[in-house]
C-alpha cells in the first residue's frame, strides 16, 4: 500500500513538472494571401507580385530554399531569417508568353518549420492569346518514305488588332510551309500549308515550324512536328 502510494504521488509530481515546463520553441510559416488569382490577362504580360510571409512562432524560421513549378516563374526572399512575430517578403514574376487558356502555377518554399517543412503558393489566371493555332503539335503519324502528304494549321485571330504573318519556316528539309493569308483581322481564321516529303534513308522525323508575327505579344509560335517513316 505504502509502495503504491508512493508510486502515485510521483507519478503526480512528473505530471505538475511537465506541465510547468515551457512548450519547445519553433518557428510558423504563415502567408495571409497564399493564392494570387490575377483574373484575365492579354499573353505576354508580365504579373508581378509579393506575398507576405509572417514568422507567427517563437523560434526562427529559415527559408532554406524556393521551387516554382516552371521557369516562367521566378521567385526570390528578401531574407533567409525571419524572427518570431516579424515578416519578409517573397517577391514573384510570372511571364505568360508561353501560355494560354486557365493556368495555375506553384512555387514551394522549403523552410523549419517542423509542422509545414514545405509551404506551397499558387499564382493562377486565364491568358488571352491573340492568335490561337490548331493543332498546337503537328503530329505527322506514319508517313511512306518517297511519298507525300499535306497537313494543315488553322490561326485564328481573337484579338482586338490585325496580326500579320511575316514568315513561316523550318529547319526540316522534308517539309515546306506557306500560308495563303498574310494578314488576320480579329475574329478571322488563316491555314498554313505543310507538305511533308520523307525521304528513303528517314526513319523518323522530328523538328518544328516557327511561325513569326508582328504582334508585339508573342512574335514566334513555336510547333512541334514529328512521326516516324515506313518503307
Known amino acids: 500500500m505504502y509502495r503504491r502510494t508512493l508510486r502515485t504521488v510521483f507519478l503526480a509530481a512528473l505530471v505538475t513538472i511537465a506541465a510547468a515546463l515551457p512548450a519547445l520553441a519553433a518557428p510558423t510559416i504563415s502567408v495571409e494571401k497564399p493564392v494570387l488569382d490575377f483574373g484575365t490577362i492579354p499573353q505576354g504580360k508580365k504579373i508581378n507580385h509579393v506575398f507576405t510571409l509572417k514568422n507567427t512562432g517563437d523560434a526562427p524560421l529559415t527559408i532554406i530554399r524556393t521551387k516554382t513549378s516552371c521557369g516562367c516563374t521566378v521567385a526570390n526572399v528578401s531574407t533567409k531569417t525571419i524572427e518570431p512575430g516579424k515578416s519578409g517578403e517573397l517577391k514573384t514574376t510570372f511571364d505568360s508568353a508561353s501560355f494560354g ?17 514545405a509551404y506551397t503558393l499558387t499564382i493562377k489566371g486565364t491568358i488571352n492569346e491573340d492568335l490561337v493555332v490548331t493543332p498546337r503539335q503537328l503530329n505527322l503519324g506514319q508517313l511512306k ?16 488588332r490585325t496580326i500579320k504573318i511575316v514568315s513561316v519556316t523550318t529547319p526540316l528539309t522534308q517539309a515546306k510551309a506557306a500560308t495563303k493569308k498574310q494578314t488576320i483581322k480579329p475574329g478571322e481564321s488563316g491555314q498554313i500549308n505543310v507538305t511533308v516529303a520523307p525521304r528513303a534513308e528517314d526513319r523518323f522525323i522530328s523538328g518544328f515550324l516557327t511561325i513569326a508575327t508582328d504582334s508585339p505579344a508573342k512574335p514566334e509560335i513555336t510547333i512541334a512536328v514529328y512521326g516516324s517513316v515506313i518503307k
Open 101 to 117: 487558356g486557365k493556368i495555375s502555377k506553384t512555387i514551394t518554399i522549403e523552410t523549419n518549420d517542423p509542422a509545414t517543412p
Open 145 to 160: 518514305a518517297g511519298s507525300s502528304r499535306d497537313f494543315s494549321l488553322t490561326l485564328e485571330n481573337r484579338g482586338e
